[in-house]
């Protein structure tokens, strides 16, 4: 049996890593891009055919799933992998940050959020220990600190109180989620370091997660419209102050340039809506940049999205067939192009992956940004 949670580190190049992570449900290979199933589901894939792309874990939302259809409706019926059939880890956020940037009328305590839904206007009140248990009532494998993700343009004193509450919820995440019994025992939990672009900030977070003791440590508070320069920036010391043994998993991000440049900075892990949001408003990446399919040069054109990808979609449909899907609004257009994408950023992974271990990622680095960026 694989166990709870074990991180290898299998070769490192300059600062990017390529390793593993093996729990119960299987094994995570580092860096992992891990695709978005917001409401127990990656939008507009089946769970196996997400698997197929190469995938080894998803995320599932803690914030939609216990509006709708509810985290102890979930565990009645067997938990979130049997509810979506994905029998492979699940890493879970702690509906932090969509309570910050989804609610209305949201208030926040020392014992943590009431807000309001943005689906019926019910109210509910989200603190470290339901967050946990709701984490628990799902099944996750990856279970997230509760955090406040405060908006990046803040004043330094409120980022500091705010990163200071977030570590006093970060204890009792971790006080919460290993009182959880079976589901603690099976389980990994994550702490999130906060403060914003501060270097000296992040410095004292990452301290204070690492008192605390945590599986993994994701870097939050970034990707909210600080823009790559400032992210990389931030990126270029933050991941260093967290143990060099444990995997780093920079929350929300991103574009595929982006990913590139974080794990060439010590990332491990990543999560974004990018890849299913772009597939189904028309969008396709590709080894040669981004393309809107919604453009009419696409509409004669035979060949595939992208010559070098190995996905079904593009060793079956032609970018013609698809800009008229896309132009007449069917739905087989955004499954098409989402499959595309996931298939798309799993092979980048791949790539990067393979490039750490054969001590050329500078190189594959490079030839990425010269693609993909010109």
């Not at 906060?194 to 939050?220: N, P, V």
């Not at 419209?225 to 143990?243: I, K, N, V």
């Not at 298939?343 to 500078?362: K, T």
Request: proline residues 5%.
């Amino acid at each position: 049996m694989n166990p709870r949670f074990d991180f290898q580190i299998h070769a490192t190049d300059g600062k990017a890593r390529t390793g593993t992570i093996r729990m119960r449900r299987g094994e995570i290979r580092t860096p992992a891009f891990m695709p978005v199933g917001t409401a127990g589901t990656v939008k507009a894939m089946k769970p196996q055919d997400v698997r197929a792309t190469g995938a080894d874990i998803i995320l599932g939302n803690t914030y939609h799933l216990m509006l709708r259809p509810g985290a102890e409706r979930v565990a009645r019926l067997g938990g979130l992998h049997k509810f979506m059939n994905w029998d492979r880890p699940i890493l879970t956020d702690s509906g932090g940050y969509q309570v910050m940037s989804l609610s209305d009328l949201r208030k926040i305590t020392e014992e943590g959020v009431t807000f309001a839904s943005h689906i019926d206007g019910s109210r509910h009140h989200l603190t470290p220990e339901r967050s946990m248990e709701i984490q628990r009532l799902l099944g996750s494998d990856i279970v997230m600190c509760f955090d406040e993700c405060p908006k990046i343009d803040q004043p330094r004193d409120v980022i500091a109180r705010s990163m200071e509450m977030s570590m006093r919820w970060a204890k009792r995440s971790r006080d919460g989620f290993d009182s959880g019994g079976e589901h603690a025992d099976a389980s990994a939990l994550f702490g999130i370091q906060q403060g914003a672009l501060d270097q000296g900030l992040r410095k004292t977070s990452a301290d204070a997660l690492t008192d605390i003791g945590f599986d993994g440590y994701a870097i939050g508070g970034l990707a909210v419209g600080e823009g790559q320069e400032a992210m990389f920036a931030t990126l270029d010391f933050a991941p260093g102050q967290l143990p060099v043994d444990r995997p780093r998993y920079l929350m929300g991000v991103g574009k595929p340039d982006d990913l590139v440049g974080a794990v060439e900075r010590g990332v491990d892990m990543f999560d974004c809506v990018l890849p299913t949001r772009s597939g189904r408003n028309g969008q396709a990446f590709t080894w040669n940049g981004p393309l809107n399919m919604r453009n009419a040069r696409h509409a004669e054109d035979t060949g595939p999205i992208d010559e070098r990808c190995a996905c079904p979609t593009c060793g079956t449909y032609s970018r013609a067939y698809i800009h008229h899907l896309i132009r007449s609004g069917e739905i087989l257009g955004a499954m098409l192009l989402t499959e595309h994408n996931i298939s798309f950023y799993q092979q980048l992974m791949q790539g990067m992956r393979d490039a750490i271990a054969e001590q050329r990622f500078a190189a594959f680095a490079a030839d990425f940004r010269r693609d993909y960026l010109r």
